[in-house]
């Protein structure tokens, strides 16, 4: 495995709930085409998704915790999915584990790989399985990748890629700017962002063991975090009230 160079990427996201479909809009459209990495947290703290540009060049896919990638059996390879394609537990399931995508001619991204859909699945803190779908597109050469949405069963069980559902939408919660810095960092990092409520701050490790919280008053906030005595590693930090929500990674050299 390479060694992981990470910065923080600002996205807005807007999540919404379909009925049982979680669904989540990428917006802007992220398009990653330096060293650095795209996350996705169906359940922070506990699970992720990671996709990565390397400049050999490569894209390549990675889980953490209990998230598993939709592969093909016939390549050993993560499939690439069209819209409709079904993501069901009778797939073939495997952590990603630096997988390619697109690397030097060899993966099922190299080619017709725009606007495709990469099947997942995760659990949270129980024996169910959630599968979901992540839209994006690998640039030719593997020159770029851009992620564009993704969605959830939040009732567990399978889904289409690109399946939004059609009734019952809940609420609209936004995913606001979150800035980490430095980042890695070896003694301590200090946070800004701007919050219109009451807050809650949550630091959990990769193995979803919480490491730190704190409570936060809306406004503006550059709280320092002191990290010297965790070990090293990445911890995922969620700020979250009642009608926006903050995530970010911090990486403890």
């Known amino acids: 495995m390479k060694k992981i160079l990470f910065t923080q990427l600002f996205v807005l996201l807007a999540t919404i709930s379909f009925g049982q479909i979680n669904y989540h809009d990428i917006n802007p459209d992220t398009t990653v085409n330096t060293w650095n990495a795209f996350v996705i947290q169906p359940t922070p703290g506990s699970t992720d998704i990671v996709i990565w540009w390397h400049p050999s060049p490569e ?9 598993e990638i939709l592969f ?19 797939g073939h399931w495997i952590a990603g584990d630096y997988d390619a995508l697109s690397s030097g001619g060899t993966g099922n991204w ?14 949270n803190s129980g024996n169910t399985w959630y599968y979901g779908w992540l839209k994006m597109s690998v640039g030719a050469g593997a020159s770029s990748f851009t992620v564009k949405e993704w969605a959830y069963n939040s009732a567990g069980g399978k889904i289409n890629a690109g399946q939004v559902g059609t009734t019952g939408i809940g609420t ?61 590693g990445i911890y995922y930090l969620t700020i979250r009230g009642t009608e ?9 050299q």
């Open 244 to 252: 926006s929500n903050f995530a970010g990674t911090i990486i403890k």
């Open 110 to 123: 190299v080619t017709n790989a725009t606007d495709k859909y990469i099947g997942f699945r995760f659990k």
């Open 172 to 232: 609209i919660t936004q995913m606001k700017p979150l800035s980490i810095y430095p980042n890695p960092a070896t003694a301590q990092v200090q946070l800004q962002y701007q919050a219109e409520e009451n807050t809650v701050m949550t630091i959990t490790n990769t193995t979803g063991n919480v490491v730190k919280t704190m409570e936060l008053p809306k406004g503006n906030h550059n709280p320092v975090v002191e990290i010297g005595d965790w070990a090293a």
């Open 72 to 90: 093909e059996t016939s390549s050993a390879l993560p499939a690439k999915l069209n819209a409709g394609d079904s993501i069901a537990p009778s």
């Open 59 to 67: 894209v390549v896919i990675q889980t953490h915790g209990n998230a």
